[in-house]
């Protein structure tokens, strides 16, 4: 029997203007998902397609448990790092000796399989190594780590990437000459925020630039737009949405004094919020229970 966790994610800054090849910077965040692999001769019997897919790969058959802390379809990466922390999992129980870089591309793969194209390797990335991760084009670069103090608010509205990233393509159709201006300012911010990760002011600021210019792409929603509102006037250095937008999450970027207060203006707006910061291990080995 083995046991591995992974960490679920965030975009700190440049969604959707990475699907133009342009720079990201995601964040693994605690929240974890923990996942316990067995030997065993049954063929396996699950619902999820990610974890199918992952004993398909590695060629064996196993039961499998699940424990996820990390909620799903909010933007999360709840799917990526089931992903990788199965993968890790079957690879330890049946010694199959692969890399963390093999592990990391596999569940790359099986994503994109999953979603029909549709995935960029941010999410797999960040859970297999934890930390920050600067993303461009295919590249993915570790930046140095730093203590962010996070509060997560979930609108508990739900939302579709594919229709969110499909209607930014659509938009960028229509107005090339307002999207395109507006997708190399998002990259501005995020190239400007690089320099300032260890400023968390500056980078309130960023955040609020970014959401911006999230809004002006169209992918904002009015609940985000609440909760990013009531977050800085209970005291955030800055806030934004997070992930594919029109629904999901948002995060801020908090004093430490205040981060409980703004989770809890969060929470007074039908919204679930989670007060986390960084996770600088990515899948790692847990004890078994
Ligand atoms: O929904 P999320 O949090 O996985 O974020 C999607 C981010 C996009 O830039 C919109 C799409 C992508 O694949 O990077």
Redesign the pocket.
Known sequence: MATWSAPG???LF??????YGKP?IAMAIRPRVYVTVRHSKRPLSVSSPYIQSCFTEMGVTGSVYINSQIPSSS???SSAAVTVATLCAINDEFQLEKTREEIADMAFAIEKKVQKG???P??TTVSSYGGIVLITGTSRRRLPPVNLHLVIGDTLVS?S?SQ??EQ?AEMKKQHPEIINPVIDAIEGVTMSAIHHLNNQKELGRYMDMNHGLLDALG?GHPALSRLVLTARMAGAFGAKL????GG??MIAICPKALKHRVAKAIEGHNARALVTGIDTEGARKEKNV
């Open positions: 994610k965030v975009f440049g969604e959707h203007a990475v699907v990201g933007g999360l990466g549709r995935a960029s941010t999410d939302h990437t969110m990233v930014v992918v997070t992930g594919a937008g999901g999450c």
